[in-house]
C-alpha cells in the first residue's frame, strides 16, 4: 500500500490512503494528513466565519510508544521496548529483502530507510504519520517524502517478510521514480497498477484467494485495458498479472526497462512512450497480448472446471455487487445466519436454509454503537456462530481499537450482549460451545495468535492452544472435549485437533503443501468438511472421515468454495450450505451431496511425519547492541496542502499550509496561508498528537472584511470595505471522549482593531459618517463539545451527523471594547435514501454579545452554499444564522476525455436555504437598499442620530424574521444545482430562486462557484 500525498479532494474528506488490501471494498473515506493539519487552526481558534466550523476529530491515540532505534546496514529500524524481542526477526527480514530487491531492480538505495513496526495492528492504526483513522484492512503502508515503511508484525512469519518486500518495493519505485527531488515527488501521479502491481509482483504475495479473483475476472471476460485500471483490488491483481507477464516475455530485464523508461516520462504520466521504448510495440498492441496471455492461462479452466451453480442452488441475495458468506446454521437447520452488504453497509441477516428467502436484517445497518461487523473472509476465516440453544448468535465488531463479541436473539433482532476484551486483539472466527457457555475464538496477544475461550458465566479467558503458531477457526466437538482449528506452517494452514483441557495435546489432521481451512464437524461428529488448495491452487470442498482417515473431494470448480457447514439430512443425502465466490462477489449455495468427484482412501494420503518447517528468511543476522540508541526526534518537511475556490461574485479564497513533522508524526509545526479576496491569515501551529490529548499552541493574524454602507454628505451611500484584523496566540487542548465525540477548550490572548462609525461634520456643517479604527485586547477561553459519526462515500457524506457548540469569552484586558462573548453553533445531519442519494441538512448560528456596542463583532453570510440566490456575505451583523435542506442525487459517476483526465462525481441537488442576520439591538443592514435600518425605541416615533445610530437611514419596527407565516426580514431561496470534480475542485453551478414562502421574488438567478459541499 502506498500513500500519494496528492491525491485529494479538499473539504470531502477523500481517502488520501490509496490501499486496498481488503478485497471486500469499503467506502468509508477520511479527510487527508494535510487538511486536517489545516482546520486545526480553527480548532485551536474557534469559529472565525459563519458556515466555517470544521468537525474533524483527532484520531484516538491509545496508548504512548516510546521509541528507540536500531541501525541496520540499509535501515533504521524503530520499536518501543514491548516488542524488542521481535528486532532480530525484523532485521534479518528487511536486509533480506532489500537483498532480494536490489538484485531484482539492480539498483542501489540512496538513502536509509526508516522502518517503523508496531507489535499488533491496533497499536499501527495509532501512527500519527496517517492523521486519518486506518482501516484493519490496511496491512502496512509506506509514504515517499520521508520513505518511511510502517507495519504492524502480528501476521504470520511468511506473510510478514512478504509484507515487508512488498513496502520496501515501493521505497525503491520512489528512489528510482522521484530520484528524492520533492517537486518530483508532488507533481508525479504514477498509476496504481504500476506502483502496487510492482510490489506484489516482487513480493510474490499472491495467495490463492488473489488467483481466485483474478481467475474469476478473466473466465467472465472482466479484463480491462491497463489504461482503464483505476482503483480497488483488482487493479492490485491485474497490476501483478501485467508485471508477471512483462517478466514471463521479456524476463528481470524488461521489468527494469519498463520501470526506467516510465521514469522518463513520469511527470506526463506517457505510459504509452515507456511501453514503445521499452518493448517495441504500441499501448494497443500491448492490451492485445497482455490480453491473450491472460486467456491463455487462465480459460482453460472456463472448460476443465465446473461453476458452483452445477453442485448447488444459490440462496442468497441475487443482486449485482451483493456479497453473501459466512453461513452459520441453527440447530435444527432450518435457518442459516449471514453476512450480506444488502444494505450498503455490512449486516448480519438470518435467511432460510431451504431457498435463502431474507428473514430479519439483525444488525439493520449504521449505528454508532460500533463501527462495523468484522469479516476475515479473505483471509479463510468464519465470522459467524449460532449457538445449540438456538437462542443466540454471536460475532464480532469493531468498536474504538478493539473487537467486541456480541451476542443477538436471531429471531427477534434483539442485542443481549457486548463482550469487551480488552487485553485481546483482532478477535475472530467466534465458535460456540455445545452448552453454549462457552465461546471458542482465535485472538492476538502480544503479536502471537492462539485459539482462546470466554466463559459467557464467569467471565474467565483461557488459551487452549498456547504455541508461537498463528492459529484460527476454531470449531467445537460434539462432546465439547475437543476443538479443530488451523495452525499456519510456513506458508500453508492445517487442521489441527486439541483437547480442550489440554493445549500440549495436539493432533495433525491433514498434511502436505496445501492450506485446509475452515474445518467444521458434520452433524454425526464423524466427519469433517473443509475447503482446500490442494493440487490446483484452488479451494474446494473436502471431506475427511475421522475414523477410517479417508477423504473424498465432493467440489471441483473454477474459483472457490469456504465455509462448509452441514444443514440438515434429506433422505440418505447430507446437505451442506457453502459460500462460492463468482463473477466479482461471494454467494451462498445449499448443495446435496452426491458422489464425490474423487475418493482418496487412507493409503493414498500424504501422512508424512514430517511437519512443514517453521518459514525462515534468507539471511538471520545477530544483534549488535551497540546499534540501539533512543529516538532522537528531528523535522522534515511532510505534506503540502492547497485548497482553491471562486465564490459567485468572482471573489477568490484560499488555503496553503506547510507542514513540518517528527518522524512519527506525532509533533507538527503548521504554517498556513489563507486568504479572501486580498485579505490574508496567518497561523502557526505546534501541535502535540502523542497522547489521548492534543496540546495545540498557535500565532496568528487574522484580517476579515465586510461591506458597509457609508453615508455621505447630502445623504448620499458609498459602499465602503470595513477591515477587522485580530492577532494573538493560544493554548488548546482536544479530548476525546471515544472516536465520535469529544471536547476542545482554548485559552488565548487576541489584540484586534475593530471599525468604529463616527460622525464628522465638513466645512459646510453637512454631516456625515465614517469608520475609526480602535484597539482593544482581550482574554479568550474557549470551550466547545464537537461530534462527528458521519459515514462517508465517494462523492462525500451519506450518513451520520456532526455538530460543534459552544461558547468563546473575550474579558477585555486593555483598550476600549469591553467584554464580549461568542455563541457558536454548527450542526449538520445526514440521512441516507438509496446506497447513492441522500438528505442533507445544516443549521448554523452565531451570535455575539459585546458589552460595548459600538465594539460589536460583524459576521457576514450570503452566496456560496449558505444563501444561494443572494449576493456574497450580503447580510451582516453579530446574530446570524442560516439552514440549508438538499437532495443530493447521483447522475453520472465519471466523464473521461480523450486526451486523460476526467469529470467525477456529477451529481443533482435539490436545495432550499433559509437565515437572517441583524445586530443585537434590533438593527439590520437591506442590502436591496444598500442601507442600515434601524429599530424605533419603544415609546418614541422616530430613530435616534447619535453614536452608532448615525450609519442608519431607515426607521423600522424593527428585525422580525417572518410573520403570519411570510418571512418579512428572514430571507429563503430555492433550486437545483449540479456538483462535480474537476481534480482536486469541486465545481458548482446553482440556479436559484427567492421566495417569502408566500409568492416567489424575482427572476431565477445562476451562479458558479468553486469550493466544498457541507
Not at 436454509?353 to 444488525?363: E, H, I, Q, Y
Not at 468604529?756 to 484597539?775: I, M, P, Q, Y
Not at 429599530?935 to 410573520?963: L, V, Y
Amino acid at each position: 500500500m502506498i500513500i500519494t500525498w496528492l491525491s485529494w479532494c479538499p473539504g470531502r474528506a477523500p481517502r488520501s490512503v490509496i490501499c486496498s488490501p481488503s478485497r471486500l471494498e469499503t467506502q468509508d473515506v477520511k479527510m487527508p494528513t494535510w487538511l486536517r493539519s489545516v482546520l486545526i487552526i480553527s480548532l485551536a481558534l474557534g469559529c472565525s466565519a459563519a458556515g466555517m466550523a470544521q468537525f474533524s476529530r483527532p484520531k484516538v491515540t491509545y496508548d504512548r510508544f516510546k521509541w528507540q532505534v536500531y541501525h541496520a546496514p540499509h535501515f533504521d529500524i524503530y520499536y518501543y521496548p514491548e516488542e524488542e524481542a521481535f528486532l532480530e526477526r525484523m532485521v534479518s527480514f528487511s536486509e533480506s529483502a532489500y537483498l532480494k530487491l536490489s538484485e531484482d531492480l539492480d539498483h542501489q538505495l540512496s538513502i536509509r530507510v526508516p522502518l517503523i513496526y508496531y507489535k499488533t495492528h491496533p497499536e499501527f492504526e495509532q501512527t500519527n504519520i496517517i492523521l486519518q483513522e486506518i482501516p484493519e484492512a490496511v496491512g502496512a503502508f509506506a509514504e515517499p517524502l520521508q520513505s518511511r515503511m510502517v507495519l504492524p508484525i502480528d501476521g504470520p512469519p511468511d506473510k510478514t517478510y512478504k509484507l515487508i518486500l512488498h513496502e520496501l518495493t515501493h521505497i525503491f519505485e520512489y528512489d528510482i521514480l522521484f530520484n528524492n527531488q520533492l517537486g518530483r515527488t508532488f507533481r508525479a501521479n504514477p498509476p496504481l497498477w504500476i506502483m502496487e502491481g510492482l510490489a506484489s509482483f516482487l513480493a510474490e504475495d499472491e495467495d490463492s484467494f488473489d488467483q481466485m479473483a483474478i481467475r474469476d475476472a478473466v473466465v467472465n471476460s472482466l479484463v480491462p485495458r491497463i489504461q482503464e485500471l483505476g482503483g480497488g483490488f483488482l487493479t492490485y491483481r491485474f497490476g501483478n498479472a501485467v508485471f508477471t507477464f512483462i517478466h514471463e516475455r521479456w524476463g528481470m530485464e524488461g521489468v527494469r526497462n519498463f520501470l526506467f523508461e516510465y521514469r522518463k516520462v513520469l511527470l506526463r504520466n506517457n505510459i504509452p512512450k515507456a511501453l514503445k521504448e521499452a518493448f517495441g510495440m504500441d499501448i494497443d498492441e500491448f492490451n492485445r497480448q497482455f490480453q491473450k496471455y491472460l486467456r491463455q492461462r487462465y480459460l482453460p479452466y472456463l472448460l476443465e472446471k465446473s461453476e458452483p451453480a452445477d453442485y448447488g442452488r444459490e440462496i442468497g441475495f441475487q443482486r449485482p455487487g451483493v456479497f453473501t458468506f459466512a453461513p452459520t446454521v441453527s440447530p435444527g437447520g432450518e435457518l442459516v445466519a449471514v453476512l450480506a452488504n444488502r444494505k450498503l453497509e455490512l449486516d448480519l441477516w438470518i435467511v432460510s436454509g431451504s431457498d435463502g428467502a431474507p428473514l430479519r436484517n439483525v444488525t439493520k445497518g449504521f449505528t454508532n454503537k460500533w463501527q462495523y461487523l468484522t469479516t476475515e473472509v479473505f483471509a479463510g476465516k468464519r465470522d459467524l456462530t449460532w449457538s445449540p440453544a438456538g437462542d443466540m448468535v454471536a460475532v464480532f465488531v469493531r468498536k474504538e481499537n478493539r473487537r467486541n463479541l456480541v451476542l443477538f436473539n436471531p429471531r427477534t433482532g434483539k442485542r443481549l450482549r457486548i463482550i469487551p476484551m480488552p487485553s485481546l486483539a483482532l478477535q475472530a472466527s467466534p465458535a460456540f460451545s455445545p452448552d453454549g457457555t462457552v465461546v471458542a475464538f482465535s485472538a492476538n496477544v502480544g503479536g502471537v495468535f492462539d485459539i482462546y475461550t470466554y466463559d459467557l458465566v464467569s467471565g474467565e479467558i483461557i488459551n487452549r492452544t498456547d504455541d508461537p503458531y498463528v492459529d484460527s477457526n476454531p470449531m467445537w466437538s460434539a462432546d465439547g472435549t475437543t476443538l479443530l482449528y488451523n495452525r499456519r506452517i510456513n506458508a500453508y494452514e492445517k487442521i489441527f485437533e486439541v483437547m480442550a483441557s489440554d493445549p500440549t495435546r495436539k493432533t495433525q489432521l491433514t498434511f502436505g503443501e496445501s492450506s485446509d481451512i475452515m474445518p467444521a464437524y458434520a452433524r454425526d461428529g464423524r466427519r469433517i468438511y473443509y475447503s482446500s488448495d490442494r493440487g490446483d491452487g484452488i479451494f474446494n470442498l473436502f471431506e475427511l472421515d475421522l475414523a477410517g482417515g479417508s477423504e473424498r473431494r465432493l467440489t471441483d470448480i473454477m474459483t472457490g468454495v469456504f465455509a462448509p457447514v452441514e444443514l440438515d439430512t434429506l433422505g440418505d443425502k447430507n446437505v451442506v450450505v457453502f459460500t462460492a465466490y463468482f463473477r466479482g462477489r461471494y454467494r451462498l449455495y445449499r448443495m446435496e451431496l452426491g458422489p464425490p468427484e474423487e475418493e482418496i482412501p487412507l493409503s493414498s494420503r500424504d501422512l508424512s511425519t514430517v511437519e512443514l518447517q517453521p518459514f525462515t528468511p534468507p539471511l538471520q543476522l545477530t544483534l549488535d547492541e551497540d546499534q540501539k540508541e533512543k529516538y532522537k526526534r528531528s523535522y522534515q518537511v511532510e505534506s503540502p496542502g492547497l485548497e482553491v475556490g471562486v465564490t459567485d461574485n468572482g471573489t477568490f479564497f484560499g488555503n496553503t499550509a506547510l507542514t513540518l513533522a517528527d518522524l512519527m508524526g506525532d509533533k507538527r509545526w503548521i504554517f498556513a496561508v489563507s486568504t479572501v479576496s486580498s485579505y490574508s491569515n496567518l497561523d502557526v501551529l505546534h501541535v502535540d498528537y502523542s497522547r489521548r490529548t492534543n496540546f495545540i499552541y498557535h500565532v496568528y493574524q487574522h484580517e476579515d472584511f465586510f461591506f458597509f454602507p457609508r453615508r455621505l454628505p447630502g445623504g448620499f451611500v458609498e459602499i465602503e470595505i470595513a477591515k477587522q484584523r485580530f492577532s494573538g496566540g493560544s493554548f488548546s487542548i482536544q479530548y476525546p471522549f471515544n472516536r465520535h465525540y469529544g471536547f476542545d477548550a482554548s485559552l488565548g490572548l487576541t489584540d484586534a482593531s475593530v471599525p468604529v462609525v463616527e460622525t464628522a461634520f465638513d466645512s459646510n456643517g453637512n454631516s456625515f459618517t465614517r469608520l475609526e479604527d480602535v484597539d482593544y485586547r482581550s482574554v479568550d477561553l474557549g470551550f466547545f463539545f464537537t461530534a462527528d459519526t458521519t459515514r462517508w462515500q465517494s462523492w462525500g457524506p451519506h450518513h451520520g451527523q456532526r455538530f460543534r457548540i459552544g461558547a468563546v469569552a473575550s474579558p477585555e484586558i486593555g483598550g476600549e471594547g469591553g467584554d464580549l462573548v461568542t455563541y457558536q453553533v454548527d450542526y449538520r445531519k445526514y440521512f441516507k435514501i438509496t446506497r447513492r442519494s441522500s438528505f442533507a441538512m445544516r443549521t448554523v448560528g452565531i451570535i455575539s454579545s459585546a458589552e460595548n456596542t459600538e465594539f460589536r463583532r460583524t459576521y457576514s453570510i450570503g452566496g456560496l452554499n449558505q444563501l444561494r440566490g443572494f449576493g456574497y456575505r450580503d447580510y451582516r451583523g453579530d446574530r446570524v444564522f442560516f439552514q440549508n435542506f438538499e437532495f443530493r442525487l447521483p447522475l453520472v459517476d465519471q466523464l473521461r476525455f480523450p486526451f486523460g483526465g476526467s469529470i467525477r462525481d456529477i451529481r443533482a441537488v435539490l436545495f432550499m436555504d433559509i437565515g437572517g442576520a441583524y445586530y443585537e439591538g434590533g438593527e439590520w443592514y437591506d442590502p436591496i437598499e444598500e442601507v442600515f435600518i434601524a429599530k424605533i425605541p419603544k415609546g418614541q416615533d422616530r430613530c435616534s442620530a447619535t453614536g452608532f445610530m448615525d450609519t442608519f437611514q431607515r426607521c423600522r419596527e424593527g428585525w422580525e424574521f417572518s410573520k403570519g407565516g411570510e418571512l418579512q426580514n428572514g430571507v429563503a431561496s430555492f433550486g437545483v444545482g449540479l456538483n462535480m470534480r474537476l481534480g482536486f475542485l469541486e465545481l458548482n453551478w446553482v440556479f436559484a430562486k427567492q421566495t417569502n414562502f408566500s409568492e416567489t421574488i424575482g427572476p431565477w438567478r445562476s451562479a458558479f462557484y468553486i469550493g466544498n459541499k457541507f
